[in-house]
């Protein structure tokens, strides 16, 4: 599976969009990039994911670059509860999750 | 109330003494997984089943050993044999083979003296 790089931690204020970006650039055509968080002390929770289009859900947005070599994670309007440790996995089609050390993101009043 | 559940969520041993972590999950999921991760770690998968009465060793295997008798049920057994158990351990499942999102329990904080 393809490696990832992610900033080490974030900040962003309440009620303002957080953007967290992942770097893959070793993607393969077959890969997904998924999104999951991990609350302190608690078990990962997973966000979203996508192969080349853009994906919403009631969580989040998921903006994939054209060449497939980058990502964005969008939390439309960041709350405290947000704040997190964020890791960005590229997946093939197998059982096999690689987490890497995130971008801790910290969401301020 | 669907979900996976881990017990304890506190755990604390013996060095040399065996201990085994429960994980129950009733999603109906095929798949199920164990992971370790350490302080400022990512995770790191130590066994994974996907049918019943069928597991794979992980990335760090050597220690542990597992059992899939029933489909809701994957337990763990830390053995003495594993030189560095103090650990958060985290249980997770899946439908399935391929790239199914994985869903995590709460996790078990392990600790051995």
């Known amino acids: 599976d393809a490696k990832t790089t992610q900033p080490t931690s974030m900040d962003c204020a309440e009620g303002r969009a957080a953007n967290l970006p992942c770097n893959h650039s070793?993607?393969?055509?077959?890969?997904?990039v998924y999104w999951y968080r991990q609350i302190h002390s608690q078990g990962p929770q997973y966000i979203i994911h996508?192969?080349?289009n853009n994906e919403t859900n009631e969580m989040a947005s998921l903006i994939i670059t054209e060449d497939r070599k980058s990502s964005t994670l969008i939390l439309p309007h960041a709350t405290l509860r947000d704040t997190a440790v964020y890791y960005c996995?590229?997946?093939?089609?197998?059982?096999?999750?690689?987490f890497g050390k995130g971008t801790l993101l910290t969401v301020n009043p | 109330d669907g979900g996976i559940t881990q017990s304890p969520k506190y755990l604390f041993r013996k060095e040399g003494q065996n201990v085994t972590l429960s994980c129950e999950q009733n999603?109906?999921?095929?798949?199920m997984y164990w992971y370790r991760q350490d302080p400022g770690q990512g995770l790191r998968l130590i066994y994974y089943?996907?049918?019943?009465?069928?597991?794979q060793k992980g990335d760090i295997a050597e220690g542990y050993s597992v059992s899939r008798e029933k489909k809701e049920s994957f337990p763990l057994t830390v053995t003495s044999a594993q030189k560095n158990p103090t650990a958060f351990y985290l249980c997770?499942?899946?439908?399935?083979?391929?790239?199914?999102?994985?869903?995590f329990g709460p996790g078990t904080r392990l600790t051995v003296t």
């Open positions: 996508g192969l080349k």
């Open positions: 997770a499942s899946s439908y399935g083979q391929g790239a199914y999102e994985q869903y």
């Open positions: 996995i590229v997946r093939g089609s197998n059982y096999k999750l690689t």
């Open positions: 070793t993607i393969s055509g077959n890969e997904y």
């Open positions: 089943s996907q049918i019943v009465n069928d597991f």
């Open positions: 999603l109906n999921h095929d798949a």
